[in-house]
């Protein structure tokens, strides 16, 4: 089978909103839950904590420890210095910014404290992750609301067939603050949901070597709010005909903002496809994708299998990523 313009996953993670990464132990999240310290998960993976890191910083390195790890378990694999990083989060480090807020604003006026400035800079978990793992190549964080994930696997997809690079390694994550947060409160009333957090983590290489699965495409679709569901799977499906093999099914991964009766369009516009949940586990958030992903990778496969994710944003486009997971 040729290889030729082939995006491979040569490893993953995927951390839920507890900071566990053996996905046996996710569970089924219930409403009310309280967000953990992380602390104790980072000295265990690093060996000594994070210091002055945030809950999202630590979010994303147990993701990007655990990957490592994984990867170094098969001889003579581990992550290249040369491995290009891209980072996606919906939000960024939200209770760093609330606290900064807090502080700059009336009726305080007072001035930042010096950690909670730096930690709210959105790129500070990139920083922490690159600088942990030894990658010295070029480094970006990426955030398009809903998007986020997507375009910045599409932006390393892209990289990787150009011949811009051999070795991307691609994650989403983001938060959950506290109750006081409008943010999440609004983004799980809309979607029905709980407010979660989390991250994913994709190795991704234009080498077969030891792979996972592959990733077959990333795509902005031509479909808008302004469609009916029947007229928006129809979409979906028409801009993939060219990708989907009528004789092998796909798995539906629909995102948080997916509604039933879009779902139940998209199982019958595919033959009646499986639809996996993985929201339960993840809650709702913007990069929740990540999660979603890597945990497919992670799951037994008895045989090949073809996952399709989708996610819509506030403008009603959607985005569709494409995948493959190997017998494992």
Request: proline share 4%.
């Amino acid at each position: 089978m040729s290889t030729e313009n082939k995006i491979f996953v040569r490893a993953v993670a995927c951390v839920n909103p507890f900071g566990g990464t053996a996905i046996k132990h996710h569970e089924v999240l219930a409403a009310g839950y309280a967000a953990p310290d992380l602390k104790i998960i980072i000295k265990k993976l690093y060996g000594q904590p994070l210091r002055q890191a945030s809950h999202l910083v630590e979010l994303g390195v147990i993701g990007a420890l655990t990957l490592n790890q994984s990867l170094a378990k098969t001889p003579g694999e581990s992550l290249p210095q040369a491995t290009r990083l891209y980072s996606a989060t919906g939000l960024g480090d939200v209770s760093k910014n609330m606290k900064l807020f807090e502080q700059v604003s009336p009726p305080r006026c007072g001035l930042a404290a010096p950690f909670d400035f730096i930690n709210s800079s959105a790129n500070t978990t990139a920083f922490y992750v690159a600088k942990i793992l030894g990658l010295n190549s070029r480094n970006l964080t990426i955030s398009r609301d809903e998007f986020s994930l997507e375009v910045a696997l599409q932006t390393a997809i892209s990289d990787l067939k150009n011949g811009a690079c051999n070795y991307g390694l691609v994650g989403g994550f983001d938060e959950t603050a506290n109750a006081a947060c409008p943010h999440f409160l609004q983004m799980a009333k809309d979607a029905g949901a709980i407010p979660g957090q989390g991250a994913g983590w994709l190795f991704l290489s234009n080498q077969d070597k030891e792979a996972l699965g592959e990733v077959n495409l990333v795509k902005l679709i031509s479909a808008d709010s302004s469609m009916d569901t029947e007229a928006w799977s129809g979409a979906i499906t028409d801009s993939l005909v060219n990708y989907i093999d009528s004789d092998r099914p796909i798995c539906l991964l629909p995102g948080y903002n997916i509604s039933q009766s879009e779902c139940g369009a998209m199982t019958e516009k595919l033959r009646n496809s499986q639809v996996q949940d993985y929201i339960q586990y993840s809650g709702a958030y913007f990069t929740a994708a990540a999660y979603g992903i890597s945990r497919q990778f992670v799951s037994k496969h008895g045989h090949d299998r073809r996952y399709l994710h989708i996610m819509k944003n506030e403008a009603g486009e959607t985005m569709c990523v494409l995948f493959r997971v190997y017998q494992n």
